[in-house]
C-alpha cells in the first residue's frame, strides 16, 4: 500500500489532534498544545505560564501613555526564584535599569511584563524559565537551569516610543462631565447689616 503524501500529512494531523502516540519517527506537527511544557517537564523551580499580578495600578486619568514595542523603560525591580532566593535587588539599591523593549538584552518574560504599563504602575511578575534563561545556568550562578524568576518591577521612567492610552481620554472626559457648576449654598451663618 502505497501512502501519497495529502494521505500521509492528513495521518499526521489526525494523531497530532487526538494526542494519541505517533509511529516512531513520525512527525508531529506543533500545536497550542503541546508547546506547552506539561507540568511533569518542569523542574521544582520552575512555573508552566507567565503570571502578571497588578500590585499598583494607575488611574486611566493619570496614565497618558503606556509602555510598547520598541519604547525604552526606566524600572526598579527585585528578583527572587520562587524559593526565596534573591537574585537581584536593583529596587532595595533604588539602582533604575534602563532597556527597550523587543531587543535581545534583556530576557523575553521581563519584556513582556513591562509591556502595556504606565509610569509609577507596580507589577509581581512570575517567569517560567522557558522565558527566562532556559537550561543556563546564569547571574554568576544565581540562577540554576530551568528555574523560573519573580520580579516586583516598578515603570519608573519612559522614553518614546510611548504608546496613547485608549482609556485616558474616557477617564478624562468623564471626570469634566461630574463638575457641574452649582450656585453657593445658602448659609445658616448671621450676615453682616450695614
Known sequence: MRFTALAFA??????????????????????????????????????????????????AIECMYKSGPGSIVVTLYNGELINGKLID???????????????????EGLQLAVEDMCVNEVRKV??????AHGNKISGGGLIPRNAAIVYKIKLIGMKPPMYPNPEYNKAKAAAKATVIDAPPAPSDAPKDEL
Not at 512570575?126 to 522565558?131: A, E, G, V
Open 89 to 107: 535587588k536593583s529596587w532595595d539599591n533604588n539602582d533604575p535599569h534602563q532597556f527597550q523593549l523587543g531587543t535581545p538584552l534583556v530576557i
Open 10 to 59: 492528513t495521518f499526521i494531523v489526525a494523531c497530532a489532534a487526538d494526542s494519541k502516540p505517533v509511529a516512531r519517527n513520525a512527525v508531529v506537527i506543533p500545536n497550542e498544545e503541546n508547546l506547552k511544557p506539561r507540568p511533569t517537564d518542569l523542574s521544582e523551580l520552575d512555573v508552566p505560564e507567565l503570571i502578571i499580578e497588578k500590585l499598583e495600578e494607575v488611574p
Open 126 to 131: 512570575t517567569i517560567p524559565s522557558r522565558l
